[in-house]
């Protein structure tokens, strides 16, 4: 397993371009199964998680290439319906494909999904909503069986939370339904509206994506298209989490701000001042972070779970006291032992995570178990004094693309073994 070696204390500097968003990346990929020809994807962002989505379109019997940060996918209709376990375990991204490979196919076979071990992360929504929709699904085993034995038709459906993975489930499999379906509490991440977006381009008739409410009319085909990935918000926030804790003054470029707007606000409170220039945002940290009082984490527009443990860490040196409310997944602090062998002086109970700064924190040899956490203990290496060993660096690799390149890149000590 390869590791990262992070001396820290190093100050960055200059500009980066910020990649395109995994969480996008990852329900597209699964729609273009719904359509037939070729769709290319810019801005695609070249990471394990995205790869897993990929092996599994060629497993379905589609196209998928990479050339750069551009990915081609070209679909006529699936050959085949089930979904092995080696291939779904991989990512939580793969239970996209439950809700495309159903409408596409009129049945589907899946084992339950992987993912970062964060909380239960059960998909009883995911289910729920289907069955809304006229699936017939089993569990045996292990493996989900689906089918719609009269075809998918546009229902009400209403969530008790607005589940992003939900929310796409239900679009993935009521675009091509007949008739119309409305969903109510559904996500507002911006990821749903890119998903949104590429349908639409393909044909489909969503309406109201970034709202509460979103009316899908069920079409009869669609077709491939060209389109660009929005670019990854938590990706900006990571890097925004370095520039804090290493004093430094960098330029995040590609972004587009109405989708930072809920996470800003800690590290402004934190003593960073931001300056937005068209799709840039340059980043000015102070020598040592104030404390960010409270902070919960709340569906979009509030501040993201996702972007949780990188803050953790820069609130660990903060000058003051940092109370985190981690409200959207419910074990979500494994890095905080991880962050306590640097030094850092933090408290977890339930959703409450209790944060004394520390003057600094010393490198040690640590060990990520989630992609966000692997996130949070490099980011506490940058600014740690001496050298910090990093396992689990195949975490790091599901949602950053070139993640030590880039920050090699504004000036970091940082390299992988
Ligand atoms: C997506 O996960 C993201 N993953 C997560 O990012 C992100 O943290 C999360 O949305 C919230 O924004 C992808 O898009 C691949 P949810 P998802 O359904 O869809 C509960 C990362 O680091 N729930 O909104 O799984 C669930 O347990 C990853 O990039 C049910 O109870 O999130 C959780 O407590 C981590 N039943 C809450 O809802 C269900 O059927 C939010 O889950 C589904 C979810």
Redesign the pocket.
Known sequence: MSKLYITGQNRLSGSVCVQGA??SA??ILAATVLTKGESVLYHCPDLT?VEASMCILRWLGCRASRDSDTVTVRCDGVSRNDIPDELMRK???S??FLGAVLAASGKVRITLPG??Q???????????SLRRLGAVIRERHGWLECRAPHGLKGADIALP????????AVMLAACTASGTTVLTNA?R?P?ITDLADFLNRCGAKIDGAGESELVIEGVGELRGCDHAIIPDR?AAATLITCAAVTGSDITLKGVIHSHLAGILPPFEDAGCRFTAHKNELRVSAPQRLRSMKIVRTM??PGF???AQAPLLAAAATADGTTVMIEN???NRYRHVSELTRMGADIKTEGKFALVEGVPRLYGASVEAA???GAAALAAAGLCAEGKTELCGVQYLD??YERFEQVLTELGADIVRV
């Open positions: 995994k969480n990852l329900p998680d990512t939580r991204g239970l996209a993912g970062c964060i909380g239960q992360r059960p998909i009883d929504l995911h289910l729920k939370f607005p589940s992003v993975g939900a929310t796409e996500a991440e990821e938590i569906p979009y993201p779970t996702d959207i997944f419910e989630d992609l966000r599901r949602g």
